[in-house]
């Protein structure tokens, strides 16, 4: 059933959307949720900033309203083609995100939202490598993902939305300690901002 709720909510834009909007609900809606990895950053118009795994542009629709240098990147031709038509403000590039096809130091943020779960270990290594590596000396990466649930009530909710819309992948990442794996890689990493009963981290690391 996993296979098929999440190939249909890939297949069908308003259905990905309506999961989305009710899944933001724990945290205040959408536009919230979209806007917590921001939390107390400084960005301006100058600022380049890369929207890793930006699927159809949900998160790019935000980040242009905060700099005119905007790249969002997928590996889903279908994706890009509908984020070039619902952000036409962004840039996008074709590629894997652990294989980014751009110089070092290029970008002062690199942002994802609810990719990371998506990932094999091996992966989610090689990612977080390359945003290191593209990341300008004192850049940012700030992402909003899957945590595993310190509020015991939010587990049903949880565990029933990863049985129906995700794989192995999302069940691996609760068992991931991301500010532990960003540390080895070089980050300054504070400790994860945790929302809707723990189930969601928002975590910010800075390169040196």
Same mark, same amino acid.
Request: hydrophobic letters at 40%.
């Given at each position: ?29 959408e536009r919230r949720f979209r806007e917590l990895p921001l939390t107390g ?39 890009? =083609?509908?984020?070039? +038509?619902?952000?036409? %403000? ?8 652990? +294989? ?22 091996? %992966?989610? =290594? %090689? ?27 939010? @587990? ?14 999302? @069940? ?15 980050? +300054?990493?504070?400790?994860? %901002? ?12 800075? =390169?040196?």
């Amino acid at each position: 059933m996993a296979t098929i709720l999440r190939s249909l909510s890939y297949r069908y834009q308003w259905l990905y959307d309506t999961i989305s909007r009710l899944a933001a609900l724990s945290v205040g809606g959408e536009r919230r949720f979209r806007e917590l990895p921001l939390t107390g950053l400084t960005v301006n118009p100058e600022t380049q900033i890369l929207d890793l795994c930006c699927g159809s542009g949900q998160a790019t629709s935000v980040l242009v309203e905060y700099s005119q240098n905007v790249t969002g990147l997928d590996a889903s031709p279908l994706s890009l =083609k509908r984020a070039k +038509n619902n952000v036409p %403000q962004a840039q996008y590039v074709e590629a894997f995100a652990e +294989n980014m096809p751009f110089t070092d130091h290029s970008f002062d943020l690199v942002h994802t939202s609810a990719a990371l779960h998506e990932m094999n270990p091996e %992966q989610l =290594k %090689q990612i977080l490598n390359e945003v290191y590596r593209v990341l300008k000396p004192g850049g940012i990466f700030t992402l909003v993902d899957f945590h595993s649930p310190t509020n015991p009530l939010f @587990w049903p909710g949880v565990a029933m939305f990863l049985w129906l819309f995700e794989t192995e992948t999302a @069940w691996q990442l609760l068992k991931t300690d991301l500010v532990q794996t960003l540390s080895q890689i070089g980050f +300054n990493v504070n400790p994860p %901002q945790l929302y809707a009963g723990g189930s969601l981290q928002v975590i910010q690391g800075v =390169k040196p």
